[in-house]
């Protein structure tokens, strides 16, 4: 099983500013890498797939970067509904698809 | 507009046995692979099983393999999940996710709300 490490577990961030989530992997899963992101009680939002490509209708300010084993996800300019908990996924290693355990960004 | 809609959860007895549904709307259901996910309470996601656009193939994760089934039913636009034999460990909000291909990409484009499987005695 491919294992899924993201840092930090938590990241504290102001409005405005540029985050930066990191997700590394066991063992290298090429572009096969999707982030997600899940706000308290709803279901996840696919946010970037294929390690870099945005999904339909997510904003500009969400980009994503990396491949092999280390990929990050990065938010130009925080706003309010950015804070939630982010999680990465690999799919490389298919039907084995494994998941991170997640950033929880929060407002600093 | 792509609508997943579960039911079926529940408070169950350990060993005993759940069928979840997940009624999809809004799209071609036929076209495109399914998936279940899975997330306890306070944790992270798990990939549950995933289901081709026929229903021929089929794969399980091993924490469930030969208690949990994967079907559909294409001319009823639904996706279900047998879940026998249930243990406390199996608790967990599970989500039917559809995925961004017909040639099971694994990776999910749209959710469900999810519905809330607790097994306790």
């Known amino acids: 099983e491919i294992v899924m490490t993201q840092s930090p577990a938590t990241l504290s961030v102001s409005p405005g500013e540029r985050a930066t989530l990191s997700c590394r992997a066991s063992?290298?899963?090429?572009?096969?890498l999707a982030w997600y992101q899940q706000k308290p009680g709803q279901a996840p939002r696919l946010l970037i797939y294929?390690?870099?490509t945005r999904a339909t209708g997510i904003p500009a300010r969400f980009s994503g970067s990396g491949s092999g084993t280390e990929f990050t996800l990065t938010i130009s300019s925080l706003e309010s509904e950015d804070f939630a908990v982010y999680y990465c996924?690999?799919?490389?290693?298919?039907?084995?698809?494994?998941f991170g355990q997640g950033t929880r960004l929060e407002i600093k | 507009q792509v609508q997943l809609v579960e039911s079926g959860g529940g408070v169950v007895q350990p060993g005993r046995s759940l069928r979840l549904s997940c009624a999809a709307s809004?799209?071609?259901?036929?076209?495109?692979?399914f998936h279940w996910v899975r997330q306890a309470p306070g944790k992270g996601l798990e990939w549950v099983a995933v289901?081709?656009?026929?229903?021929?193939?089929?794969y399980h994760a091993d924490s469930v393999k030969g208690r949990f089934t994967i079907s559909r039913d294409n001319s009823k636009n639904t996706l279900y999940l047998q879940m026998n034999t249930l243990r406390a460990e199996d608790t967990a909000v599970y989500f039917c996710?559809?995925?961004?291909?017909?040639?099971?990409?694994?990776?999910?484009?749209?959710w469900g709300q999810g519905t809330l499987v607790t097994v306790s005695s």
């Open positions: 996710a559809k995925d961004k291909t017909a040639a099971a990409a694994y990776y999910f484009d749209s």
């Open positions: 809004g799209f071609t259901f036929s076209n495109y692979a």
């Open positions: 289901i081709s656009t026929d229903g021929r193939d089929l």
């Open positions: 063992q290298s899963v090429r572009s096969k």
């Open positions: 294929s390690a870099s």
């Open positions: 996924q690999q799919y490389n290693n298919w039907p084995s698809i494994t």
